[in-house]
């Protein structure tokens, strides 16, 4: 495997994805969709949301990526998201998926069944307990004490992969990303992240923008959590006292001037290649 590593290789790709702008068609939740939109134009991706079923096979085919993120869902929305989906895997189009509050209600865990049953897709992102949930891993980890370690997210990614199939990314303290076989932690980022609502929605759009300029799914979105991680890092290093509301704003700022070089030299990547 490429060593995501190399420098160039992954500052390389931040480049590569802004002279693409590549396309993305969101279907997301009503909670994040403007600072979604906003966070792909400041990283220098250009976002589209379209939801109608009459519109969303045409849209999927013209992206990019496709991120599917079903935060606020509506039985329209299952709908929608599985035409697109369907149109995305025929023309070629990655298909990110974003399962938040899997598990919270039987419909959320049931709509996720349904989309990975008719649309392949080429990452999902989540956090611990959702990626568990998707997997069918709930009743595995209960006798664990805590789901919440970093090794548990490791396990828990690499048995994801394995089981549906698709690289998966678990965020939190430490990013891990696995194809099943190889596995990366990102140590970027950090905890004002969690007080912004949104933070992990806008991330999985901007790993669909690095997917869609690699087909090396892995390296991709080690690349994209990495910027997103040092962005924050930037902004939190520059004012150490700065608030959710400024940081929010700080970091749609960051995300737009982070460059190769801060990716050089703040990236905490650790693979099996090393660092
Ligand atoms: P949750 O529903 O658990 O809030 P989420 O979908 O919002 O999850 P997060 O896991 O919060 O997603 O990840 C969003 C971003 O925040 C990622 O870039 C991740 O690295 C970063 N992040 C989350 N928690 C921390 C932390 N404690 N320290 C550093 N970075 C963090
Ligand atoms: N409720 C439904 S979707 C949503 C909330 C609060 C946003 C979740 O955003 P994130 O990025 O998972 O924190
Ligand atoms: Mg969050
Ligand atoms: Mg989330």
């Known amino acids: 495997m490429t060593n995501v590593n190399n420098r160039k290789d992954v500052a390389g790709l931040l480049t590569r994805m802004r002279e693409k702008a ?3 068609h969101n279907i997301t ?14 990283i220098g991706a250009s976002p589209v949301m379209a939801y109608a079923k009459e519109e969303v096979g045409e849209m999927a085919t013209v992206a990019d990526a496709l991120v599917l993120n079903i935060g606020t869902l509506t039985a329209d929305n299952v709908e929608s998201m599985i035409i697109a989906g369907k149109a995305a895997n025929a023309a070629n189009t990655p298909v990110i998926l974003d399962p938040v509050g899997a598990g919270a209600t039987s419909f959320r865990t049931e709509s996720i069944q349904r989309i990975l049953n008719d649309v392949k897709i080429s990452l999902l992102r989540g956090n611990a307990a959702e990626v568990s949930n998707v997997a069918g891993m709930e009743a595995e980890i209960k006798g664990v004490d805590s789901v919440s370690s970093l090794e548990d997210h490791a396990v828990i990614a690499v048995h994801a992969a394995k089981k549906i199939g698709v690289p998966v990314c678990i965020t939190g303290e430490r990013d891990v990303v696995t194809d099943g076989q190889e596995l990366y932690y990102v140590g970027n980022g950090h905890p004002i992240m969690t007080k912004v609502t949104g933070a992990g929605c806008l991330l999985s759009s901007c790993l669909a923008a690095f997917i ?7 390296r991709a ?6 910027a997103y991680g040092i962005a924050a890092e930037k902004v939190v290093k520059s004012n150490p006292a700065i608030g959710p509301g400024s940081f929010q704003a700080a970091f749609l700022d960051e995300l737009n001037s982070i460059s190769e070089e801060d990716i050089n030299q703040y990236k905490k990547i650790e693979g099996p290649q090393g660092e």
């Open 29 to 42: 939740n009503v909670v994040v969709t403007n600072f979604t939109a906003n966070g792909l134009l400041a």
């Open 22 to 24: 590549p396309l993305i």
């Open 221 to 226: 979105s080690v690349a994209g959590l990495a």
């Open 212 to 218: 869609a300029v690699e087909d090396d799914i892995v």
